[in-house]
């Protein structure tokens, strides 16, 4: 949603000159050899109340409420603006800088809107699937580095919301449905972007794991269940990765908003994890003045509806007291302080492109998974002769992307002219649903390094067309789209658009048929047993194509595995409960987007629960306890090589788990090499949790010991009475291997 405000905003702000705001003051605060807490302190002590409350909330809806849809002048101070997702006026008096804020999950958004460049990333998705904390601790410090060079110096972009529902729209911008994958993830992240001199931050916090209804949806899940899954992920990310900032969802939880919800926020990330930064809530996530502020939240964005004027009658009164508004401004001043927004100001350059290129291309490669590749068609012969057809997916024109406030605007212009909107949709409908293309085009890739073959396109929209060409090819290759977003879910997993019916007639014509998935999530794949290889691409970013060409012709051997389960159909899923149903149309589709903002949004909107079954037990741990096959278990990837485990190996007293791990292949390849563990049957359990990892490159014949830490709340249960962790007593099964459903490694270790 906040990639929509620069639409708002006059010509002239993408002209602002201010990117960092006033200079420092020479008070004691400026010293940076201070830590920041204690700068922190000391800067509170000097503001006045007008000051500090100025400092807990945005400047508005759509930048100044009184403009917001009349098309009045804004007030001045809003020319100072970088144009981005959010903005907190600085403080000249002290020296307190511009909070300028922008969207950054996969790459800065509206930049081009803003007439500036922006590296499309691959999504987060593909990002998890690389199971590679170094990279991604490099993957966001390139975008924090962009956004520095853009002038900001808070990122809004931090996902962490387990995949719970594979329809929800926006699990291209999370990590994944496995509390540690996710949540070390995650903590590499916020390092990445904050070693850039950028405020971090971690979202949507907690259990927003669905777009539809999710202004309203109050989610019922036993304490235990929301430790030991979505609130693990957090935890983890929380205390390895110390974002500067939370942002808090839209939804309910246990009867109360999130954003004003004690036990979330108070209880459980500032006084259970000790965390020292600012709360901040998302969009309009805001309901309230007291209970909110009382509760734990330290800013309202983007507007002033309830932290501005009401926040200090509220103080004046008594109502809130000012140590609480000081907690506030002092965790948002400790995190500016801490990532060295005070000492090294953002100065506007332009950005390493060529730097992104590599980045972008590396992150897609590795995220790239092979889901199946029988009799080896893959990779395909360089030097190949005669006819490869390349079908469908607009891979002559680039490649896809997510849409909603991850969009990264693509350079140059959708490389796909979007289809004229249906009659009858909404602002949010057309922006939402446009599918947007970033200019790599898999076809020139795959042409480039197909240099003997004729390599021939065909756009797919005539299925008989497409067989036909794919008839008489030596190899027939597939890209299938399924465009995803925020503020949308999908009905269901299957390829839009008759695609699965291309698919098939092309699978039926080539028996070398390869299919290229650009998914936001898993998909069904009713012609699976007819196709020879899957590749899921994701959503791969600006070097997309050559990423995937580099796949298919094996300049680079897939490394990625799946951070979530492919369910063969729907019915294999959780089935959440609703307990009311809202209404099917109504202000609530607008969300925060409604005009005269939250106040007006709530009108004609009815909460309802959400109860979610599984629990603890999402994704894989779900399919295991009711055991049910899924299409493709989570951490599942294939290679161009094979590797072999052996040795397995438990010390108790380190809690470590190691094995030797081979190469018996042939090519140089990186293994996923996966430690799964049962607790005791006390724990009643009746599936395998992740407890650790380690990615390793091997070269043919080359054999190595793995050794993997086991990750001590994987070893724990929550204690909902007692309200802490607890390891449980007994014997631990250990399970080691390529994916959750192939550990051909297996052992014990007591815990007494």
Same mark, same amino acid.
């Given at each position: 949603?906040?990639?929509?405000?620069?639409?708002?905003?006059?010509?002239?702000?993408?002209?602002?000159?201010?990117?960092?705001?006033?200079?420092?003051?020479?008070?004691?605060?400026?010293?940076?050899?201070?830590?920041?807490?204690?700068?922190?302190?000391?800067?509170?002590?000097?503001?006045?109340?007008? &000051?500090? @409350?100025?400092?807990?909330?945005? #400047?508005?809806?759509?930048?100044?409420?009184?403009?917001?849809?009349?098309?009045?002048?804004?007030?001045?101070?809003?020319?100072?603006?970088?144009?981005?997702?959010?903005?907190?006026?600085?403080?000249?008096?002290?020296?307190?800088?511009?909070?300028?804020?922008?969207d950054a999950m996969v790459g800065s958004g509206g930049g081009a809107r803003m007439g500036r460049y922006s590296t499309a990333m691959p999504s987060a998705l593909?990002?998890?699937?690389?199971?590679?904390? +170094?990279?991604?601790?490099?993957?966001?410090?390139?975008?924090?580095?962009?956004? /520095?060079?853009?002038?900001?110096?808070?990122?809004?972009?931090?996902?962490?919301?387990?995949?719970? &529902?594979?329809?929800?729209?926006?699990?291209?911008?999370?990590?994944?449905? +496995?509390?540690?994958?996710?949540?070390?993830?995650?903590?590499?992240?916020? *390092?990445g972007k904050q070693s850039q001199g950028i405020v971090g931050i971690l979202k949507h916090y907690a259990l927003n794991n669905q777009e539809s209804g999710r202004?309203?949806?109050? #989610?019922?899940?036993?304490?235990?269940? =929301?430790?030991?899954?979505?609130?693990? =992920?957090?935890? @983890? =990310?929380?205390?390895?990765?110390?974002?500067?900032?939370?942002?808090?969802?839209?939804?309910?939880?246990?009867?109360?908003?999130?954003?004003?919800?004690?036990?979330?926020?108070?209880?459980?990330?500032?006084?259970?994890?000790?965390?020292?930064?600012?709360?901040?809530?998302?969009?309009?996530?805001?309901?309230?003045?007291?209970?909110?502020?009382?509760?734990?939240?330290?800013?309202?964005?983007?507007?002033?509806?309830?932290?501005?004027?009401?926040?200090?009658?509220?103080?004046?009164?008594? &109502? #809130?007291?000012?140590?609480?508004?000081?907690?506030?401004?002092?965790?948002?001043?400790?995190?500016? $302080?801490?990532?060295?927004?005070?000492?090294?100001?953002?100065?506007?350059?332009?950005?390493?492109?060529?730097?992104?290129?590599?980045?972008?291309?590396?992150?897609?490669?590795?995220?790239?998974?092979?889901?199946?590749?029988?009799?080896?068609?893959?990779?395909? +012969?360089?030097?190949?002769?005669?006819?490869?057809?390349?079908?469908?997916?607009?891979?002559?024109?680039?490649?896809?992307?997510?849409?909603?406030?991850?969009?990264?605007?693509?350079?140059?212009?959708?490389?796909?002219?979007?289809?004229?909107?249906?009659?009858?949709?909404?602002?949010?409908?057309?922006?939402?649903?446009?599918?947007?293309?970033?200019?790599?085009?898999?076809?020139?890739?795959?042409?480039?390094?197909?240099?003997?073959?004729?390599?021939?396109?065909?756009?797919?929209?005539?299925?008989?067309?497409?067989?036909?060409?794919?008839?008489?090819?030596?190899?027939?290759?597939?890209?299938?789209?399924?465009?995803?977003?925020?503020?949308?879910?999908?009905?269901?997993?299957?390829?839009?658009? /008759?695609?699965?019916?291309?698919?098939?007639?092309?699978?039926?014509?080539?028996?070398?048929?390869?299919?290229?998935?650009?998914?936001?999530?898993?998909?069904?794949?009713?012609?699976?047993?007819?196709?020879?290889?899957?590749?899921?691409?994701?959503?791969?970013?600006?070097?997309?194509?050559?990423?995937?060409?580099?796949?298919? $012709?094996?300049?680079?051997?897939?490394?990625?595995?799946?951070?979530?389960?492919?369910?063969?159909?729907?019915?294999?899923?959780?089935?959440?409960?609703?307990?009311?149903?809202?209404?099917?149309?109504?202000?609530?589709?607008?969300?925060?987007?409604?005009?005269?903002?939250?106040?007006?949004?709530?009108?004609?909107?009815?909460?309802?629960?959400?109860?979610?079954?599984?629990?603890?037990?999402?994704?894989?741990?779900?399919?295991?306890?009711?055991?049910?096959?899924?299409? $493709?278990?989570?951490?599942?990837?294939?290679?161009?090589?094979? $590797?072999?485990?052996?040795?397995?190996?438990?010390?108790?007293?380190?809690?470590?788990?190691?094995?030797?791990?081979?190469?018996?292949?042939?090519?140089?390849?990186?293994?996923?090499? *996966?430690?799964?563990?049962?607790?005791?049957?006390?724990?009643?359990? *009746?599936?395998?949790?992740? =407890?650790?990892?380690?990615?390793?490159?091997?070269?043919?014949?080359?054999?190595?010991?793995?050794?993997?830490?086991?990750?001590?709340?994987?070893?724990?249960?929550?204690?909902?009475?007692?309200?802490?962790?607890?390891?449980?007593?007994?014997?631990?099964?250990?399970?080691?291997?390529?994916?959750?459903? +192939?550990?051909?490694?297996?052992?014990?270790?007591? @815990?007494?």
């Open positions: 949603m906040r990639w929509l405000y620069p639409l708002f905003l006059l010509s002239s702000l993408a002209m602002a000159q201010f990117p960092g705001g006033p200079p420092p003051s020479r008070g004691p605060w400026s010293n940076p050899k201070l830590p920041p807490e204690e700068r922190a302190r000391l800067l509170v002590q000097a503001m006045t109340l007008d &000051e500090k @409350i100025q400092m807990v909330h945005g #400047v508005g809806w759509f930048f100044g409420a009184d403009m917001s849809l009349t098309g009045e002048a804004p007030p001045p101070i809003v020319y100072r603006s970088n144009g981005g997702g959010g903005f907190i006026p600085g403080i000249p008096r002290l020296g307190v800088p511009d909070l300028q804020m922008n593909a990002l998890a699937s690389s199971w590679d904390l +170094d990279l991604a601790r490099e993957y966001a410090a390139l975008i924090g580095k962009e956004l /520095r060079d853009q002038g900001y110096n808070i990122t809004l972009g931090g996902g962490l919301n387990l995949t719970r &529902e594979p329809r929800n729209g926006r699990n291209f911008e999370y990590l994944g449905e +496995d509390p540690l994958l996710a949540g070390r993830m995650a903590a590499a992240y916020v *390092q202004y309203f949806a109050n #989610v019922r899940m036993p304490r235990k269940g =929301a430790r030991e899954s979505e609130l693990l =992920a957090f935890e @983890i =990310a929380v205390k390895e990765g110390q974002p500067g900032s939370v942002m808090c969802s839209y939804n309910l939880y246990e009867g109360d908003y999130a954003c004003e919800n004690a036990y979330l926020l108070n209880d459980v990330l500032k006084k259970e994890w000790n965390w020292p930064g600012f709360v901040m809530s998302d969009w309009g996530a805001t309901h309230s003045t007291v209970k909110a502020a009382l509760n734990g939240l330290d800013m309202e964005m983007p507007g002033n509806t309830f932290f501005d004027g009401a926040l200090k009658a509220a103080v004046e009164k008594g &109502e #809130v007291p000012m140590a609480r508004l000081d907690g506030m401004v002092r965790r948002i001043l400790w995190a500016l $302080f801490r990532a060295g927004v005070f000492d090294r100001r953002p100065q506007r350059q332009a950005p390493d492109i060529f730097r992104g290129f590599e980045v972008a291309q590396k992150a897609a490669e590795a995220g790239i998974v092979l889901l199946k590749n029988d009799r080896a068609v893959l990779p395909l +012969d360089p030097q190949m002769k005669g006819t490869i057809a390349v079908i469908g997916g607009h891979a002559d024109k680039g490649v896809l992307s997510g849409g909603g406030s991850a969009q990264v605007d693509p350079a140059g212009g959708n490389a796909v002219p979007p289809a004229p909107p249906k009659p009858g949709s909404s602002l949010l409908d057309i922006i939402f649903g446009t599918p947007v293309y970033h200019r790599s085009q898999p076809l020139r890739a795959i042409q480039a390094l197909a240099s003997s073959a004729k390599v021939v396109f065909h756009d797919g929209k005539d299925i008989a067309g497409a067989a036909s060409l794919a008839k008489s090819a030596q190899a027939a290759i597939v890209f299938a789209a399924q465009h995803t977003s925020e503020g949308k879910d999908l009905a269901d997993l299957s390829l839009p658009d /008759r695609q699965d019916d291309l698919i098939a007639a092309v699978a039926a014509a080539n028996p070398r048929t390869v299919v290229v998935l650009e998914t936001g999530t898993a998909v069904k794949m009713p012609w699976l047993a007819r196709v020879a290889a899957v590749v899921e691409a994701w959503y791969p970013g600006i070097r997309g194509g050559e990423a995937i060409a580099n796949v298919l $012709f094996g300049r680079v051997n897939p490394s990625g595995k799946l951070a979530m389960t492919f369910p063969k159909s729907e019915d294999d899923l959780p089935q959440p409960r609703l307990v009311a149903q809202p209404p099917a149309r109504g202000p609530q589709d607008m969300g925060p987007m409604f005009p005269g903002g939250p106040a007006k949004m709530r009108v004609n909107t009815r909460q309802f629960d959400v109860e979610y079954p599984e629990g603890a037990r999402a994704g894989y741990k779900w399919f295991q306890s009711m055991k049910r096959e899924p299409l $493709f278990p989570f951490g599942f990837g294939l290679s161009y090589t094979t $590797f072999a485990y052996s040795g397995l190996r438990v010390d108790a007293a380190k809690r470590e788990v190691a094995f030797t791990l081979r190469n018996t292949g042939q090519r140089a390849g990186a293994e996923v090499a *996966q430690v799964y563990v049962q607790l005791p049957a006390s724990a009643g359990e *009746q599936f395998r949790r992740l =407890a650790g990892w380690q990615k390793v490159t091997l070269k043919p014949g080359e054999s190595r010991t793995v050794a993997v830490a086991l990750h001590p709340l994987a070893l724990a249960v929550f204690d909902e009475k007692a309200g802490r962790w607890e390891t449980p007593r007994g014997t631990f099964r250990i399970f080691a291997g390529g994916c959750s459903a +192939d550990t051909p490694l297996r052992g014990e270790m007591a @815990i007494q």
